[in-house]
């Protein structure tokens, strides 16, 4: 699910695992104590430390992946979902923008080319507006997610969700189709929720994800200061680096797609350029205004250039698809 940012604060180094190599590096007036080298989440090879953005540290890898570390403990990410729950999703303005008509278009027209119905399960459902898109597409479709304020929001709406860690809680039924819309920046086990989906679907089965593009337009412009470069997202993938992560779990490549572009956000983070924290509010009022593009006739020219964007994968999201065998 997506997130808010807040601060975190990062422990000693020396308390790290033990594949972080630290090494004393000047930083401004003050001397820190950096990691240099660390095990990659997705292929376990060596990654380097990268860049610095307020108190995070990110490594890239030989492969291309991009990663926080350290990694967040689980009582921190249930704690964190939950604030984000009871702040965020719950948020009236962020309601209005999440069930509004347009917000699973792209997703729900990209499921289309390969399936037209099924059983579909959504991990990382927040407030369920993609299980009611899909419900509404005709697919038997319901969802889960660690955060019980935003689940308990869209329980409310009549949708079928519930509030599970599919790595620790029982789901014994089998899908068509899972799906796991901008999740996996998420996860501090990418590689291993990934599996776990696998494992959830029927053979032939169909995993979509969408994650947010590192080599996308925003990227291309403001680099490490688009909002999206930030403690909630833990993991960096280039489409490039999306499919290997899919294919080394064990499923096969489909297609791909880029979407999403948004020169308000841009100019915002722009003009920002790490000096803070984005606050809720900052988040709300960016949202109410990127809903009054959406419905007004400027959004007609967003889609054609996203379109353009596209044909060079450059959109700000990648969306996949992959098969079980």
Known sequence: MPSVSQERSTPNLLQRADSACPVQEEAGDTHVLRATSMQCPVCAGASSFAFRKL?????????????????PGEQYLQDRYRQDGEEYWSNERVL???????????EIRFLRRFSSGGKLLDIGCSTGSFVRAALDAGFDAEGVDISSPAIACGKKLGLPLRCLDVLNDP??????????????????????????????????GLLLVSVPNFAGVTQKLIGKWDRYVGAGHLNYFTPRVLRF???TCGLRYRAATTYGFNPIVIAKDFRNRGRRELA???????????????ESPVIHLQRIFEGWLNIASLGDVVAMCASNG
């Open 171 to 204: 789901l014994p039924d089998k899908y068509d189709i899972v799906s796991m819309w901008a999740t996996l920046e998420h996860l501090p086990d990418p590689m291993r929720h990934l599996k776990r989906a696998r494992e959830l679907l029927r053979p032939e």
């Open 280 to 294: 809720v509010s900052d988040l709300c009022g960016d949202i109410s205004i990127t809903l009054r593009v959406k």
């Open 96 to 106: 209005k923008f999440t069930f509004s008509p347009s917000k699973s278009r792209r």
């Open 245 to 247: 992560t899919l294919e």
């Open 55 to 71: 108190a995070e540290d990110y490594f890239r890898c030989h492969c291309g992946f991009v990663f926080i570390w350290p990694r």
